[in-house]
């Protein structure tokens, strides 16, 4: 999968990914709770790298050939977030993804939801 790099902090070298999460509801994406996650999304706002920064996300991968604010490049250098870039669709990046070895977990959630019985 060919990925260009946008932005990274000049000593980034190598991330620590554990996890891959894709969406584009930043609502969804504050509410996971996985340590060094990479985030693949194809919105191109502010907002993102802003979610990004408030849970502690590694990188992010624009997806869709969308192109990267230069907002999103300030924002990114302020939070040492890496900014990465690839033409292929979110579904495509994914699959790609989980071909170099990366396993579906469950959503993983910052609050308990409480199950009620149907009558």
Do not use: W
């Amino acid at each position: 999968m060919k990925i260009i790099a946008v932005h990274g902090p000049v000593d980034y070298g190598e991330l620590e990914i554990n996890s891959v999460f894709a969406s584009d509801l930043l609502s969804d994406v504050l509410m996971c709770e996985l340590e060094n996650l990479l985030l693949i999304t194809s919105l191109t706002t502010e907002q993102v790298i802003r979610s990004a920064g408030i849970i502690g996300i590694s990188a992010v991968v624009v997806s869709n050939n969308k192109a990267v604010t230069k907002g999103m490049i300030k924002l990114a250098g302020e939070e040492d977030i890496v900014i990465l870039q690839t033409r292929f669709p979110t579904f495509e990046t994914c699959l790609r993804t989980s071909e170099t070895g990366f396993k579906a977990k469950p959503f993983q959630n910052r609050h308990q939801r409480r199950r009620l019985p149907l009558k």
